[in-house]
């Protein structure tokens, strides 16, 4: 089945992530982009296209599809006007700086509107996690004990071209911080495992960045069958990684996503799958796109879905210590 391709989006936004939707929206023969900022982006090569419009706002006759791509203090207002507008809206993880009443507002809206209104976390459609999802249903591995998950890079090398005080995820205030950040680790953790009945986090602020968010979050979340699993997300590891280990009481599954490899130890003996589809990040930028498109239209892709706006607030909640929900 083919995906529907809408004629017209608007991307909110001018950033590196803004830029990479511009350029999959233009790979995918949409006739056009309407990019809304108030910045001079009159070097950005991306916007040199002919079928690319730059507005400093949104404008009156804005398309019926909308990306929000902006600082994170910013998704919630931009996506309540956009639905307002009469668009349909894929939010950028995160959706909000945190739970609350304009996020509430924003699912109000967007149900009285009619619109679809869903959010951006592209690792979901990384084949990996569908291939671990199959190995949890399956059972050959036994019954699940617990796992740890783990993400780190050094924060200056995510954008070596600017000051570091610079990004937005230096800033509390506006929403960056480690935890919002790589909030995809507790995305997919909702994802495979479910709804943890409890839970407990701890956000460190060690200052060596000279940024005034916090750079380090451990949480520890706990399920109805006895399962537990860590998170542990931080600025500041010089060689990246992003890996999860599962311990089960039949065997283990280890995921490295940086390296490229799941291994799979059960029987005594372990098999290691490097095969790259399971690991194509600029992939996923697309299917997530292809799954917002089908979702307006009510047709269903086989694999992952977006969250929902009531599921990204859970992740938020769960970036939360407990006894604060």
């Given at each position: 089945?083919?995906?529907?391709?809408?004629?017209?989006?608007?991307?909110?936004?001018?950033?590196?992530?803004?830029?990479?939707?511009?350029?999959?929206?233009?790979?995918?023969?949409?006739?056009?982009?309407?990019?809304?900022?108030?910045?001079?982006?009159?070097?950005?090569?991306?916007?040199?296209?002919?079928?690319?419009?730059?507005?400093?706002v949104i404008p009156a006759n804005c398309?019926?599809?909308?990306?929000?791509?902006?600082?994170t203090d910013l998704h919630v207002a931009?996506?309540?006007?956009?639905?307002?507008?009469?668009?349909?809206?894929?939010?950028?993880?995160?959706?909000?700086?945190?739970?609350?009443?304009?996020?509430?507002?924003?699912?109000?809206?967007?149900?009285?509107?009619?619109?679809?209104?869903?959010?951006?976390?592209?690792?979901?459609?990384?084949?990996?996690?569908?291939?671990?999802?199959?190995?949890?249903?399956?059972?050959?591995?036994?019954?699940?004990?617990?796992?740890?998950?783990?993400?780190?890079?050094?924060?200056?090398?995510?954008?070596?071209?600017?000051?570091?005080?610079?990004?937005?995820?230096?800033?509390?205030?506006?929403?960056?911080?480690?935890?919002?950040?790589?909030?995809?680790?507790?995305?997919?953790?909702?994802?495979?495992?479910?709804?943890?009945?409890?839970?407990?986090t701890r956000t460190s602020h060690t200052?060596?960045?000279?940024?005034?968010?916090?750079?380090?979050?451990?949480?520890?979340?706990?399920?109805?069958?006895?399962?537990?699993?860590?998170?542990?997300?931080?600025?500041?590891?010089?060689?990246?990684?992003?890996?999860?280990?599962?311990?089960?009481?039949?065997?283990?599954?280890?995921?490295?996503?940086?390296?490229?490899?799941?291994?799979?130890?059960?029987?005594?003996?372990?098999?290691?799958?490097?095969?790259?589809?399971?690991?194509?990040?600029?992939?996923?930028?697309?299917?997530?796109?292809?799954?917002?498109?089908?979702?307006?239209?009510?047709?269903?892709?086989?694999?992952?879905?977006?969250?929902?706006?009531?599921?990204?607030?859970?992740?938020?909640?769960?970036?939360?210590?407990?006894?604060?929900?």
């Amino acid at each position: 089945m083919s995906v529907p391709v809408p004629e017209r989006v608007c991307v909110v936004g001018s950033g590196s992530i803004a830029q990479r939707h511009v350029r999959n929206l233009l790979a995918m023969a949409v006739s056009e982009v309407v990019v809304v900022t108030a910045r001079d982006v009159s070097e950005v090569e991306e916007f040199g296209d002919p079928r690319v419009r730059v507005e400093p706002v949104i404008p009156a006759n804005c398309p019926r599809v909308a990306i929000v791509a902006n600082a994170t203090d910013l998704h919630v207002a931009t996506a309540r006007a956009l639905v307002a507008a009469g668009a349909h809206v894929l939010v950028e993880k995160p959706a909000a700086v945190g739970p609350g009443d304009d996020l509430n507002a924003l699912c109000a809206e967007a149900e009285a509107a009619g619109a679809t209104v869903l959010v951006a976390y592209n690792l979901r459609f990384l084949g990996v996690f569908r291939r671990i999802a199959e190995l949890l249903e399956g059972g050959t591995l036994g019954r699940r004990l617990f796992a740890r998950i783990e993400v780190g890079q050094w924060l200056p090398d995510w954008r070596p071209d600017r000051p570091v005080t610079e990004l937005y995820s230096a800033s509390a205030e506006r929403g960056g911080g480690v935890a919002l950040d790589l909030s995809h680790e507790v995305d997919y953790l909702y994802m495979l495992f479910g709804q943890p009945v409890d839970w407990v986090t701890r956000t460190s602020h060690t200052r060596i960045l000279g940024i005034d968010a916090p750079d380090v979050f451990d949480g520890v979340y706990s399920f109805d069958d006895g399962f537990s699993c860590t998170v542990h997300m931080d600025y500041l590891e010089r060689t990246p990684r992003r890996r999860i280990r599962l311990v089960a009481s039949a065997g283990v599954i280890e995921c490295d996503i940086i390296a490229g490899t799941l291994a799979v130890t059960a029987g005594g003996s372990t098999v290691i799958d490097d095969d790259p589809t399971l690991f194509d990040a600029r992939g996923s930028y697309t299917a997530e796109l292809e799954a917002f498109f089908s979702a307006i239209t009510g047709q269903t892709v086989e694999g992952a879905t977006l969250p929902s706006l009531e599921e990204a607030a859970r992740v938020l909640e769960l970036l939360a210590d407990r006894k604060a929900c």
